[in-house]
């Protein structure tokens, strides 16, 4: 497994949840890394990525709320969200952009081209 998503679970609204995402190195070393996620129905949307260098991007539903991170030790991305909703449960999806630009973040989903096997987060009391 290249990526090994973990840390979903059932949240009440408002609570907090941590994500991770172990990668193996050559996928990880230098690459921007993202989260995605999918909700019942709809589809695969972008909403953080971060890149070697710690340039970070989030979707406008998630700013302020979701915090990407990375330890390049330790190729794991992380995905810290607070202030959770229900209309943020989906299943949430690590990703790599291998071969891509490296200094900024991309949202373009084609250019995602390794990915995590999701892990689902249910925000609901």
């Known amino acids: 497994v290249q990526l090994q998503a973990s840390g979903g679970g059932l949240v009440q609204p408002g609570g907090s949840l941590r994500l991770s995402c172990a990668a193996s190195?050559?996928?990880?070393?230098?690459?921007?890394m993202g989260w995605y996620r999918q909700a019942p129905g709809k589809q695969r949307d972008f909403v953080a990525g971060?890149?070697?260098?710690?340039?970070?991007d989030y979707s406008d539903s998630v700013k302020g709320r979701l915090t990407i991170s990375r330890d390049n030790a330790k190729n794991t991305v992380y995905l810290q969200m607070n202030s959770l909703k229900p209309e943020d449960t989906a299943v949430y999806y690590c990703?790599?952009?291998?071969?891509?630009?490296?200094?900024?973040?991309?949202?373009?989903?084609?250019?995602?081209?390794?990915w995590g096997q999701g892990t689902l987060v249910t925000v609901s009391s």
């Open positions: 190195g050559s996928i990880f070393s230098g690459n921007v």
């Open positions: 990703a790599a952009a291998v071969g891509s630009t490296r200094t900024v973040v991309t949202r373009t989903f084609r250019e995602y081209n390794y």
């Open positions: 971060i890149t070697n260098g710690g340039i970070t």
